[in-house]
């Protein structure tokens, strides 16, 4: 049963509008950068990427928005290749979802420009092999709950923003699937009952699952001593607080939550 | 195949893509959220209009205040309910006006009538306002959260600051009280 009241398709137009056009007063379109500018840049990376085989010296190249049918891709992998290599291992698990993000976003980008690109399932795959490999150096390195949260979180907002290809990639190797499921779902027991309007997920708590076993008279089940055992070790901070803040409006970097009055 | 353990983050991926400038994400953050705060609004104040004048005005403090969520320290779901529910906070307080939950019948009914433009719809605007009645404070709060704005229980347990454990159960109570209200509808 549905309980919300939906705006007419005439105000939901007109707002949209509205709310459009001052976003786009806040966040003008970026010119686009010329092909000359690119190539320079391209070409700086190129020349820091072989000093660094040659030299052995660790410099950052910005090649992020290289696209992957540029003919300056190649040398974006390599750069990206010597970075990996070069990454202490603490660092490793980050900056693989780092470059998985990325194959996301490079097949997103390739898909809209030519879907019938050649390129699309090796990148596909090269996406799902970064993924796996963000995965398996978490492992390595043991990334106990904060890191592997914010790993993980890195990774889901990479894919859950992904084209069906990338789904697709995921849901051909059923063994990432369950790697994150154990891991990222693990490491975070709020994010792991989060789910909205009851929909099933896997290893998440739906309310159908809450609702079984013996708490028709309210005394909580299995899973949600689970959850109160591990929200007692980690409580969630400011909320309390910031539910009677009357002060302004805050952004999120503060202890809690914005607070009323602005 | 959908992959709910993504879909839970798909609203912070939106909103770190919309930071950036993303106009798309920006979009898609607004089709996915306006029914929804539209649906909180309504119900809380029974009003077409200021419903439409809140979910309007989130949208656009969305945009100035978006600079100031950080990705890396909730969900953005939270942050946007909180400033729903202080929004609320400040309209009451400037307008001096009461919930609609708390409005006598005869009211309800008047104002079924304005504005609802068919039989359904002001049947369905009765029977909801019935059953609000029937909630305390802390359960009608609970309801528009979950039922209506349809946030996710970790964001419900940020927001008022109680435990999933404790929120699932005390929505298992308000379940029951659905299926007793409006019986084979469930």
């Given at each position: 049963m549905k309980f919300n009241f939906l705006p007419s398709k005439e105000f939901t137009r007109a707002a949209k509008q509205r709310f459009l056009a001052v976003f786009g007063a806040h966040y003008p379109a970026g010119a686009a950068v010329s092909r000359t500018i690119f190539i320079v840049r391209m070409f700086a990376g190129a020349l820091a990427a072989a000093a660094i085989v040659l030299g052995g010296v660790s410099v950052y190249a910005d090649t992020a928005n290289v696209p992957a049918d540029s003919p300056l891709y190649s040398l974006k992998r390599l750069n990206e290749t010597v970075r990996l290599a070069i990454a202490p291992p603490a660092a490793r698990a980050d900056l693989q979802a780092s470059l998985a993000a990325r194959r996301v976003n490079e097949l997103n980008d390739l898909e809209e420009k030519n879907p019938a690109s050649a390129a699309i399932p090796e990148l596909a795959n090269d996406a799902g092999i970064a993924v796996r490999a963000s995965i398996h150096d978490a492992n390595k390195t043991n990334l106990m709950d904060g890191a592997l949260t914010h790993l993980c979180t890195k990774l889901f907002s990479a894919i859950a923003t992904s084209s069906i290809t990338m789904q697709n990639v995921v849901e051909n190797n059923p063994k990432a699937l369950a790697h994150f499921t154990d891991e990222c779902e693990g490491a975070d027991v709020n994010g792991a009952g989060g789910n909205s309007g009851g929909e099933a997920a896997p290893a998440a708590i739906a309310p159908e699952q809450a609702s079984s076993g013996p708490d028709e008279a309210g005394a909580p089940n299995e899973l949600e001593s689970r959850i109160n055992d591990y929200l007692q070790k980690h409580p969630i901070g400011g909320a309390a607080a910031a539910s009677e803040d009357s002060g302004s409006l805050e952004g999120n970097s503060g202890a809690g939550l914005p607070g009323s009055g602005e | 195949m959908e992959f709910n353990i993504f879909k839970k983050d798909e609203l912070t991926a939106l909103v770190v893509r919309m930071k950036k400038g993303d106009r798309k994400a920006a979009a898609r953050l607004y089709d996915e959220l306006l029914p929804k705060a539209y649906g909180f609004f309504f119900t809380r104040t029974g009003h077409r209009e200021i419903a439409e004048d809140l979910s309007q005005d989130i949208f656009l403090k969305l945009v100035e205040k978006v600079e100031s969520f950080d990705e890396t320290r909730g969900g953005f779901a939270a942050w946007f309910w909180q400033i729903a529910r202080n929004m609320l906070v400040d309209?009451?307080?400037?307008?001096?006006?009461?919930?609609?939950?708390?409005?006598?019948?005869?009211?309800?009914?008047?104002?079924?009538?304005?504005e609802m433009p068919d039989m359904d719809g002001r049947l369905r605007y009765r029977e909801v306002q019935r059953f609000l009645k029937s909630l305390n404070e802390d359960e009608r709060e609970l309801f528009e959260l979950r039922y209506v704005a349809e946030v996710p229980y970790r964001e419900v347990s940020q927001l008022l600051g109680k435990s999933e454990g404790a929120l699932r159960v005390a929505a298992l109570r308000i379940k029951e009280k659905i299926k007793k209200q409006f019986d084979n509808e469930i």
């Open positions: - | 309209h009451y307080r400037a307008k001096k006006e009461m919930p609609f939950s708390q409005f006598p019948d005869d009211m309800v009914e008047a104002m079924a009538t304005r």
